[in-house]
């Protein structure tokens, strides 16, 4: 299994291991936080016990002060119980701290004492401390005062409730304590302070010892609750549990999506196949008209990647420019839901720039909650299908074009088979003329001429009529050395008169040395007639200026005759279109004549055909091969 697998397999892990590194934290924070609450309440503690420590100093350096004053106010007089109990210090000192106020002399005798020792011998167990001061040169006052009177007298009433205030030695023995019953705590047990009591204390007004080594300590009674551990613990104790039992939830979860996500994968990539293989393309869009998905067959069909064109909007870039105000209209007709349900036929335009017909068929597209969010279209390429449809259509019409060019051979031959025989009566008659006259002697030349000249049209008629029978007849053109100037000649001469009636200006252009071509001199000057004509008909849509040039030029092995005029030109019609048969720009024609024009030509390996002329107007043109026994022999000089 890859790492990915694995990772992935794995991730139901992650809130199991993100809750353990937040529990971890949050066990940190109540560390750090413990930490900094001790080692503020330390430092509270270290404050309270030197502010206490200077506070009892100072309630002792006070007491010292008014033992001075007393000692100077009994200089002088005479020692005496009675002068002690009378002086208004000693009472003040009884009622403040002081046990008993002695006065010794310079042996250190008691002179007198207030009160007496065996009156307040059980005024204070303990302990009891000293304070002395000289009354002159040979006597001493020693006041007497007991350390855990100082202590509760000295020590504020907040501070005593809030720690137990002892005076200790350096072997851990109390020496007086601000509580009735003192009791040292267990080492460790609670916090604690101890700070050195400077200064001496006397401990014996005789010997003067003094408790060096005393010191002050507080003792918090009640530390500080942190609520912060237990809660970590609560946190560690349920948080944990719950957060196992949900990745248990979770990894679960994930299993059943990750089982459904391969189905739908699957499902998806059986779904994908499928449309793609499929010969329909399909399209889905919004209300909007924006493309929501599209096959592969609709992108083959446009030319296009589904990149390109998924999120697209009208106007699509498969729409004929040509078209687009039609097809964005009936765009919008399908969107509002119009669309025929029988499907309906466009033209699209693939990538290429080639056309192509489709037939579309439209259907909503419905969400998961069974509400319409757009259309559905389905798409077929009918572009082979109505081409073979155009091409049975134009084999349709070939064949019925055949069946009537074969009548109209037919009538052709029959009527040029029924115009042979008048025309031989009319040769008949008019050489009898001809002889009856010269018998008579009648010397008429007018006459004569007309005659001669009756005979030889009836003569070229036969023989138009003979080619275009055995041409009807499918009998090969006879190809036969001739003048293709001569032939051009006598087609313009037949035409000129006409021509001057319509007031058309026939021009012609012949190169010289112009070889012979092996042609049939008859059918070639039909064609030369034919389009010289058509030319003449083209130019009656102009007023004036009328003119039609009749040229020939040599290009290599072929003769080239053109029929220029400056008329309205082709109008975009293609040569093949103009030959087609049956089809004129003529309302009065039979669209035959370019068509058998062609015909003539290409059977003689000539070719046929037509542009728009350089000056306006149309250039018909035909090609002939030269004859090959004359070829390079000019017929004129």
């Known amino acids: 299994m890859s790492v990915r697998g694995v990772l992935t397999r794995s991730l139901w892990l992650a809130p199991l291991g993100l809750s353990l ?14 930490a900094d609450e001790q080692e503020q309440e330390r430092q509270t503690l270290i404050s309270d016990a030197l502010s206490t420590e200077a506070q009892l100093r100072d309630r002792i350096d006070e007491e010292q002060a008014h033992l001075r004053q007393l000692a100077a106010a009994l200089v002088g007089e005479r020692p005496s119980e009675a002068a002690l109990a009378a002086h208004p210090e000693v009472n003040a000192g009884l009622r403040r701290l002081w ?13 007198a004492e207030v009160p007496d020792s065996s009156e307040a011998g059980g005024a204070e167990d303990g302990l009891s401390l000293h304070l002395t001061a000289r009354v002159g040169r040979d006597g001493v006052l020693v006041v007497r005062y007991a350390p855990a009177l100082l202590l509760r007298r000295g020590v504020p009433w907040w501070l005593s409730r809030k720690y137990d205030v002892q005076l200790v030695d350096s072997g851990d023995q109390v020496i007086a304590s601000a509580t009735d019953s003192p009791m040292r705590a267990a080492q460790g047990s609670r916090p604690s ?5 400077t200064g001496p204390l006397r401990a014996s007004p005789l010997t003067q010892a003094a408790l060096t080594d005393a010191a002050l300590e507080l003792t918090l009674r009640e530390p500080t609750f942190n609520g912060a551990r237990s809660l970590g613990w609560v946190l560690v104790a349920g948080f944990l549990p719950l957060i196992a039992a949900a990745s248990l939830l979770m990894r679960r979860q994930m299993r059943q999506v990750q089982r459904a996500e391969v189905a739908g994968r699957t499902e998806a990539a059986w779904r994908r196949a499928m449309e793609d293989s499929a010969l329909v393309a399909l399209r889905a869009r919004d209300f909007d008209g924006r493309l929501l998905y599209v096959n592969r067959t609709f992108c083959d069909m446009v030319g296009l990647p589904a990149e390109q064109l998924v999120g697209l ?4 870039p498969y729409w004929p420019p040509d078209a687009l105000a039609e097809v964005a209209e009936r765009n919008r007709r399908n969107l509002a839901g119009h669309a025929p349900r029988e499907g309906y036929e ?26 319409q969010i757009g259309w559905m279209g389905s798409i077929l390429d009918v572009t082979e299908r109505k081409r073979l449809e155009e091409r049975e259509r134009r084999q349709v019409e070939t064949l019925a074009h055949n069946a009537r060019l074969t009548m109209l051979g037919e009538v052709a031959s029959t009527l040029a088979h029924e115009l042979n025989q008048p025309l031989t009566a009319i040769a008949s008659y008019n ?13 008429d030349d007018l006459v004569a001429g007309a005659l001669k000249r009756l005979g030889q049209q009836a003569e070229h008629a036969g023989r138009i009529v003979a080619r275009i029978r055995e041409f009807l007849t499918r009998r090969e053109p006879r190809h036969e050395p001739c003048d293709l ?20 200006a026939l021009d012609v252009a012949l190169a010289q040395g112009v070889p012979a071509v092996l ?60 030959c087609a048969p049956f089809y004129s720009t003529k309302s009065e024609g039979m669209g035959m004549g370019l068509a058998i024009c062609r015909s003539i030509i290409e059977a003689h390996q000539g070719v046929l055909d037509a542009e728009e002329a350089p000056g306006g107007g149309a250039l018909f043109s035909f090609s002939l091969p030269l004859s090959r026994e004359t070829s390079g022999e000019p017929l004129h000089g």
């Open 313 to 316: 909007l009208p106007p699509m």
């Open 346 to 371: 466009a033209q699209w335009r693939h990538s290429s720039g080639r056309v192509v017909d489709v037939m579309v068929f439209e259907s909503p597209l419905v969400d998961a909650g069974g509400r």
């Open 485 to 504: 100037h001569e032939v051009i000649t006598a087609a313009v001469e037949l035409l000129r008169r006409d021509c001057q009636r319509r007031r058309v």
């Open 99 to 111: 046990l008993s106020v002695t006065w010794l002399d310079a042996r250190n005798r008691v002179l």
């Open 519 to 578: 042609a049939d001199a008859v059918l070639i000057e039909q064609v030369v007639i034919n389009l010289v004509r058509n030319a003449a008909d083209a130019l009656q849509a102009r007023e004036t200026g009328r003119r039609i040039t009749v040229s020939s030029r040599v290009a290599g092995d072929f003769v080239r005759v053109a029929v220029q005029d400056n008329g309205p030109g082709l109008q975009g019609v293609r040569v093949e279109q103009l």
């Open 21 to 34: 590194v937040f529990v971890l934290g949050v066990l940190g924070w109540v560390r750090a936080n413990e």
């Open 193 to 197: 302070y101890r700070v050195a009591l």
């Open 431 to 443: 050489a009898g003329i001809a002889n009856s006259l010269v018998k008579l002697g009648v010397q």
